[in-house]
Structures are given as C-alpha cells and as structure tokens.
T-cell receptor, first 114, second 115 residues
Framework: DGGITQSPKYLFRKEGQNVTLSCEQN?????MYWYRQDPGQGLRLIYY???????QKGDIAEGYSVSREKKESFPLTVTSAQKNPTAFYLC?????????????FGPGTRLTVT | AQSVTQLGSHVSVSEGALVLLRCNYS??????LFWYVQYPNQGLQLLLK??????LVKGINGFEAEFKKSETSFHLTKPSAHMSDAAEYFC?????????????FGTGTRLQVTL
C-alpha cells in the first residue's frame, strides 16, 4: 500500500537534546512538508521541499532543521534551540507542478519534551 | 497573502441533524480550497477539494461543499450527521497560480455528535 509513514508514534526527550523525526513516503511525490499542530492553532508549516536537495523555510522554521537527500525521505530535527518543542508533528507529501495537488498526511509523531 | 477563517471552534449536532461547518477565505484570485478531517491522534484525511471545475463539490462520507465567490466561502455540509463524523475538520487554501502547492490551514472546527 502506498502511503506516508512517520516514526515513532510517541517520542519523549529531555530538554536540551536534539531529536529527529522520521518521514518516509512511497507515493513517488516530489514535494514533502512538515507541520506542527498545537491545540486551537491548526497546522503551521515548518519546512517544505519541492525537490531533492532543496527545501524552504515555512512560517515557523526557527529551532528546526531538515534534509532531503532522497525523494522518499524528509527527516525533521527538532533542536535544543526550539523553545516549545512539545507538539504533534505531521509530515505530508504531494505532487508538484501546475494544478491543484492535495497533500497526503502521515499518522503523526507526538513529541513530549520535559 | 491567503488565509482561511473557520467560524466556530466547536460545533455540536444531534445524530441525524444537518452538519454545517463554515469556512471563509481571503485571496486576491479564486484559490484552490480543501476540507480535511482529523480523528484523534491521527493524520489528516482529504474530504474534498475545489479546483474551479464545479462550484458544488461532493466528497467522501456524504460530505459536500459549495464554493461561493461572492461570499468568499466554502462551507462544508452533510445532510445527516452520524456518530462516526465526530472529529476535527480543517479548511485549507492554496494559490492556483504557478506551481505552488503550499496549504494554509484554518484553526479547525471540532464536531461533536450527540444522541
């Protein structure tokens, strides 16, 4: 089955540690995205990538970093510089080009930092 | 810049009643519009999308939405609510120019369905 996998489902870290969230897709999509979800705030875009080896900052990129070395993978690192890292993180992918391409979402990773 | 506003962070309906979730967009040109549903601790699932082909869009699970340019609205409706419809619903917008596929999401509406 084609889809997006995120691992792990739940992640716990101590303050001051970097942590990397995994996102893999087998939909052959060019574009991938990372969102952060907090209660009552909807989804906010952290980073997105429209092609391998290229990515752009979203609305809330500070304290996060990404890489896109393979089309299928778009890992997100939450660094110790992120002031409030506890949140639900969602990865998505879509086709890219002219047209209205909906995004497909993974199941999410809930990160708790104490 | 585009934006969407979802009126009502919580909506409660009785099972069998009409579901109406409101979404208004702000855009200089008619955008692409989407409705997504999210069940607790899960990712988002696409319900339907508007791409200018037809103003009344039918989606999955009996939902539909109507694009009204004069009102800059894209409200989501379902004639008869079911208990399984209880979830959070997000409206999203993307530009229909160029190759951009970035989405801007509303803050969501939590739908409660009561017996």
């Amino acid at each position: 089955d084609g889809g997006i996998t995120q691992s792990p489902k739940y992640l716990f870290r101590k303050e001051g540690q970097n942590v990397t969230l995994s996102c893999e897709q087998n939909l052959n999509h060019d574009a991938m995205y990372w969102y952060r979800q907090d209660p009552g705030q909807g989804l906010r875009l952290i980073y997105y990538s429209q092609i391998v080896n290229d990515f752009q900052k979203g609305d809330i990129a500070e304290g996060y970093s990404v890489s896109r070395e393979k089309k299928e993978s778009f890992p997100l690192t939450v660094t110790s510089a992120q002031k409030n890292p506890t949140a639900f993180y969602l990865c998505a992918s879509s086709s890219y080009g002219q047209g209205s391409y909906e995004q497909y979402f993974g199941p999410g990773t809930r990160l708790t930092v104490t | 810049a585009q934006s969407v506003t979802q009126l009502g962070s919580h909506v409660s309906v009785s099972e069998g009643a009409l579901v109406l979730l409101r979404c208004n967009y702000s855009s200089s040109v008619p955008p692409y519009l989407f409705w997504y549903v999210q069940y607790p601790n899960q990712g988002l699932q696409l319900l339907l999308k508007y791409t200018s082909a037809a103003t009344l869009v039918k989606g999955i699970n009996g939902f539909e939405a109507e694009f009204k340019k004069s009102e800059t609205s894209f409200h989501l409706t379902k004639p008869s609510a079911h208990m399984s419809d209880a979830a959070e619903y997000f409206c999203a917008v993307s530009p229909n120019t160029g190759t951009a596929s970035k989405l801007t999401f509303g803050t969501g509406t939590r739908l409660q369905v009561t017996l």
